[in-house]
């Protein structure tokens, strides 16, 4: 990924509306998202376009990410 | 250099309920509007608020704003002025019906009506018994709040700036504020926005405090700016804490933890809240449990290596209730605390929530400064509304479902008041030669400074000294010593370095311009704590205790005024507050008890 794109998917994940995201997206690019392959990126980039509430829910476990693009990216969001 | 310069009617900065509520006036009325934003509008952190929004509909009981307005009084500490207090709760309603009109789907009643629920400190025949009062829509009024007005907003043709920083405030040589500086982030390029209204919407500055609730963007941008341009900032002592967030993360810990039976204990595992609460123990009001904990943790019995939290413990619960009761609870503690808490108990301190203090307004929402012995001198072109501003109804500590309705009906007042004064035909005035100057000369700095202070550690070096030394529970020694701190930490912050110097999409740079808004907060935090010497509201001092002559440690004789500090030298002055409603008796001063 290039760095423009690199630091705009970084203010997408560093300044949401709900803290929790905030702390969440920010330990997922420190620790997961270089391991990621080019595709899974672009899967993590889709995901932190989503509206805070849903993705939340995904990522806290309230409702199953039931959608199988998304699911092992949420997956390893929620062990990072 | 030359600087593109955008012409607009008006300029609104944040793109939260009260910048887009305002822009909603404006935009509605046929003028020219932009807002500019950190982050797409429905990203903005009114998404977060849960409670709802007070209004005195009366939908499910009898209701009066009347009684709501003294809720709110004596919410404030009597700090609030009651002119603004009685403004905001008589225009509730109409402000609420509005936004149902714009599609906001609150929740019903069988009968069709806008369902009410009760909240803390809404009451009924002043004070006395709890009423329903608050118009919600689930759990997500704000996010519901913000997606109506932005699809309004839409249809108005407000212009939207996302992903845009707005840097300084643009004022002529004769005070009028004429615009502001901005820029987009992903070129880097600043450019200047010439208006004849600008208004700032732009949240509170909660980033201040190393535990906060505040999403990491409330960085105080409106107040670092309105600073740097001479405006002074009112009330900034008063910050609401709530008791139990996450230690180190700040995630909000629901109060119905400890009333399921989760019990506060430090480093010795002692419940240490049967010495300060013999009583109701854990379940003690929240000032009374952040007080002790902020004391067990200062008198060297917090856990940890910097022993600067407490155990929330719930261990002894069945995991089932815990499961049941408290949903959400067990996965908050695995992932901000990396502790479950059905085995282990959970880190907590108390964390920052709510800035009662901000930029000095009218109730119409026009800026307001004191000059030549007028208090309240407009500033020619500047409004501002929401957490950021000041009216001030919140006084020393806001009530619940407040600040929904503070930036519902001070967004339309400020775009009101904009309106009109447009209307009234002046022109763009121009630009002074030198509007951009001061941005840029900031961006160079940051561009080309070597061997400067780093973003990251100023910023934690600012948030512990904020909340050890101006936290929930003050003393006053800490306090002075957390003025010499804290100026300390502001001499690293106007020397930060960033290592990317990059123009595109440059988050390094757009962080460390942050950090020089929020030490402008933390600043004028500090010094109004530590000036005022007695306890009121949210600002809670060791040294002004509880007595037969001061009740809660209050002084109306000496401290029944509200702070304006002055960050060109750091100096204080006060203003009276305003008790004088519009049209009812004054609320008369009376101890605060609930």
């Known amino acids: 990924m290039e760095r423009k794109d690199y630091e705009r998917l970084r203010w997408r994940c560093i300044r949401r509306a709900l803290l929790e995201l905030d702390i969440t997206l920010t330990r997922f690019l420190e620790r997961g998202f270089e ?15 989503m509206e805070d509430h849903e993705l939340w829910y995904w990522l806290s476990g309230k409702t199953e990410c039931d959608d199988p693009r998304y699911a092992p990216i949420v997956a390893a969001i929620r062990k990072s | 250099m030359s600087i593109p310069v955008l012409k607009f009617d008006a300029v609104i900065v944040g793109a939260g309920g009260a910048g887009l509520r305002s822009a909603i006036q404006l935009s509605e009325a046929g003028l020219k509007t932009a807002v500019l934003s950190k982050v797409f509008p429905t990203r903005s952190h009114t998404v977060a608020a849960q409670g709802g929004v007070a209004a005195s509909l009366g939908n499910s009981e009898e209701d009066h704003w009347h009684w709501h307005m003294y809720d709110t009084v004596k919410g404030s500490d009597w700090l609030g002025d009651q002119d603004a207090i009685e403004f905001m709760v ?36 002043f004070g006395e018994k709890p009423v329903r009062r608050s118009c919600a829509a689930a759990d997500r009024t704000g996010h519901a709040m913000l997606h109506a007005m932005y699809q309004r907003n839409v249809k108005a043709n407000t212009q939207f700036f996302v992903e845009w920083m707005a840097l300084d405030l643009i004022r002529d040589s004769e005070g009028h504020v004429v615009g502001v500086t901005a820029m987009e982030m992903e070129t880097g390029q600043v450019v200047i926005f010439h208006t004849r209204a600008t208004i700032f919407a732009t949240g509170g500055a909660g980033r201040i405090f190393y535990s906060s609730t505040n999403a990491f963007i409330n960085t105080g941008d409106g107040l670092g700016m309105a600073a740097r341009a001479g405006i002074p900032l009112e009330d900034m002592e008063f910050w609401q804490f709530h008791p139990t967030g996450v230690a180190g993360a700040g995630v909000l810990i629901t109060e119905g933890v400890r009333g399921e039976g989760g019990i506060l204990r430090n480093s010795s595992k002692e419940r240490f809240m049967e010495r300060y609460a013999p009583n109701a123990k854990d379940l003690a009001s929240r000032d009374v449990v952040s007080r002790a904990m902020t004391t067990e943790i200062n008198e060297g019995r917090g856990c940890g290596v910097n022993k600067d939290y407490v155990l929330l413990d719930i261990t002894h619960l069945d995991p089932n209730t815990i499961m049941k009761r408290l949903p959400g609870i067990r996965e908050i503690g695995l992932q901000f605390a990396g502790v479950d808490c059905i085995k282990e108990p959970l880190p907590v301190v108390p964390t920052c929530h709510y800035q009662m203090g901000g930029i000095p307004t009218h109730y119409s929402g026009r800026v307001v400064v004191p000059q030549n012995g007028d208090y309240n001198t407009i500033v020619p072109g500047f409004y501002a509304a929401g957490e950021c501003a000041c009216a001030s109804v919140h006084g020393a500590n806001r009530l619940g ?27 763009h005035r121009e630009l002074p030669a030198d509007a951009a100057e001061k941005s840029l000369s900031r961006i160079a700095a940051l561009d080309n400074r070597k061997g400067g202070a780093n973003v990251h550690e100023t910023r934690l070096a600012m948030q512990r000294t904020m909340q050890n030394h101006a936290g929930v529970f003050r003393f006053g020694d800490m306090l002075k010593s957390g003025v010499d701190k ?80 002055n960050p060109v030298d750091n100096s204080i002055t006060y203003k009276p507050v305003n008790m004088q409603p519009l049209t009812v008796e004054p609320i008369a001063l009376k101890t605060r008890s609930y």
Not at chain 1, 35 to 49: G, I, N, P, T, Y
């Open chain 1, 35 to 49: 391991q990621l392959s080019e595709e899974e990126k672009q899967v993590f980039v889709e995901l932190a376009d």
């Open chain 2, 401 to 427: 479902t407040n600040s929904l309705l503070d930036l519902l009906v001070f967004g339309k007042s400020a775009g009101d008041s904009a309106v009109e004064d447009l209307k009234a035909g002046k022109a």
């Open chain 2, 486 to 565: 804290i100026l300390e930490v502001e001499k690293a912050a106007r020397q930060l370095e960033i290592k990317d110097k990059s123009m595109a999409w440059n988050t390094a740079r757009t962080e460390a311009l942050e950090m020089e808004n929020l030490i402008e907060v933390a600043k004028a935090t500090m010094l109004s704590a530590e000036a005022r010497k007695e306890s009121r509201g949210a600002h809670v001092r060791d040294d002004a205790p509880d007595t037969p002559e001061f009740p809660n440690g209050r002084n109306d004789k000496e401290w029944l005024k509200h702070t304006l500090f």
């Open chain 2, 90 to 125: 008589r225009k509730a309603n109409e402000c609420v019906v509005e936004l149902e009109h714009y599609g906001m789907p609150f929740d019903r009643t069988d009968n069709g009506k806008i369902y009410q629920r009760p909240f803390g400190g809404h009451m009924s025949n």
